[in-house]
């Protein structure tokens, strides 16, 4: 059984950062792609970055130059470094890791950021 157990949401004032991690735990993990979603009530989950196995990198347009998502292979862990913060990055931020053969997609419980002063 696969689970994804995040940490490092909180409460930061606009313009400071935070560090979110997510750690994978079960027998024979690996993950092709793992990375970080977002979602504010009413809307849908939105990506936010991702990084495949090989260390390539997807972002939104909105967090660019922002944030940061790292991983370590080693320890089943991706990162996500966020600098820059607004009240528009409030939201429950869920890390995610997708398999592609045989296809397997697994979620965190999601972690609250929250940008205000």
């Known amino acids: 059984q696969v689970q994804l157990v995040e940490s490092g949401g909180g409460l930061v004032h606009p313009g400071g950062s935070l560090r979110l991690s997510c750690a994978a735990s079960?027998?024979?993990?690996?993950?092709?792609?793992m990375g970080w979603y977002r979602q504010t009530p009413g809307k849908q989950r939105e990506l936010v970055a991702s990084m495949t196995s090989g260390g390539s990198t997807n972002y939104a347009a909105s967090v660019k130059g922002r944030f940061t998502v790292s991983r370590d292979n080693a320890k089943n862990t991706v990162y996500l470094q966020m600098n820059s913060l607004s009240p528009e990055d409030t939201a429950v931020y869920y890390c995610?890791?997708?398999?592609?053969?045989?296809?397997?997609?697994?979620w965190g419980q999601g972690t609250q950021v929250t940008v205000s002063s």
């Open positions: 995610n890791a997708v398999k592609f053969s045989p296809h397997s997609v697994w």
């Open positions: 079960g027998s024979g993990f690996s993950a092709n792609v």
